[in-house]
């Protein structure tokens, strides 16, 4: 399913980039989720521009007052996001992976699973859905191994109806 690795970048998240995009840090406290994305469809790159322009324009009204440190500011409350969602539109897919998650035996599954995000409006079961017609919890060996994550859900995902 991931043999189209040209149409997206995979980001380790880290402390730098957590505070480069704070908005992930809303995905990241959760921790079931492994990966995470953001759909390409135009209402996204839309809603980038927006946030985009947001950020010029309310740094550009406030410069008068705090000076060239209003882009930073604005820049971390929204422009950040508006940027990253405009990358991952109309440049490269991003898919967003935690540290612990990127050496894990089921990597290829939680990528496989961000690209479906990324390339549809698919929910969160009509994906599990079409991910269990190529990976099995036998073929992966999901209870073979006892370097599991605790809070992983990708095994209980495979066997679950």
């Not at 992930?24 to 839309?46: C, E, P, T, W």
């Not at 930073?72 to 990358?87: A, C, D, N, R, W």
């Not at 992976?97 to 409006?121: G, M, T």
Request: overall charge positive; proline content about 2%; some cysteine.
């Amino acid at each position: 399913m991931s043999e189209k690795k040209e149409t997206y970048k995979i980001v380790v998240i880290n402390p730098l980039i957590l505070v480069l995009i704070p908005h992930l840090l809303i995905h990241y406290v959760n921790k079931q989720n492994l990966a995470f994305s953001f759909n390409r469809d135009n209402m996204i790159g839309l809603l980038g521009a927006i946030f985009t322009g947001l950020w010029l324009i309310l740094s550009a009204l406030s410069f008068e007052y705090f000076g060239a440190i209003s882009f930073v500011l604005f820049f971390f409350l929204i422009g950040s996001i508006g940027i990253t969602i405009l990358i991952n539109r109309f440049i490269i897919g991003l898919i967003f992976i935690r540290k612990e998650c990127q050496r894990c035996k089921f990597k290829k599954l939680i990528i496989d699973h961000e690209v479906i995000h990324l390339n549809s409006n698919a929910t969160e079961k009509e994906v599990w859905k079409k991910l269990k017609t190529v990976y099995t919890a036998e073929n992966i060996k999901a209870y073979n191994d006892g370097d599991i994550c605790g809070f992983c859900p990708i095994p209980s995902r495979l066997v679950e109806e």
